[in-house]
């Protein structure tokens, strides 16, 4: 089956956005528990556009998490950090018609990472993919810091 999907990964609990790799970050935990708020989340956004629903996916879920998990070790935002977008999507065994990805880090809430989003015209044109029906979520927390 194919499925479109929106792809979000959070690393939260590190210092600044980094662009260069550091030392390797003690990953304290990683969790798609918030994935059906980030679900609800993305959906009011997409409401208020005229657009339909997304739901968690566990594999998504899993997929966020991997690229979360690296993010946070490595201290570093980069949507290559756990490998790239494609070859994650292709990691979950699942076919998909059209995807993206929005990652943060840093921000201190699942609700600081959507404002962040919102006013980023790619981050925001991502979560108004018309096709988009499907969402992974995950957040990781490193370096024993909220």
Do not use: Y
Request: charged share 25%.
């Amino acid at each position: 089956m194919k499925i479109p999907a929106l792809l979000v990964s959070l690393a939260l609990a590190l210092s600044a956005c980094t662009m260069a790799a550091s030392k390797r970050q003690s990953v304290e935990t990683v969790s798609s528990e918030a994935a059906p708020a980030a679900a609800g989340a993305v959906s009011r956004f997409r409401a208020a556009s005229g657009l339909g629903p997304v739901t968690p996916d566990e594999a998504l879920n899993a997929a966020a998490r991997q690229q979360a998990r690296a993010m946070a070790e490595k201290d570093v935002l980069s949507h290559e950090a756990a490998g790239s977008f494609w070859s994650r999507m292709d990691g979950t065994g699942r076919r998909f018609t059209h995807g993206a990805e929005n990652i943060a880090m840093g921000q201190r809430s699942l609700e600081e990472a959507m404002e962040d989003w919102r006013r980023s015209p790619e981050h925001r044109r991502n979560m108004l993919q018309n096709p988009a029906s499907h969402i992974g979520f995950a957040r990781a927390r490193a370096g024993g810091r909220d």
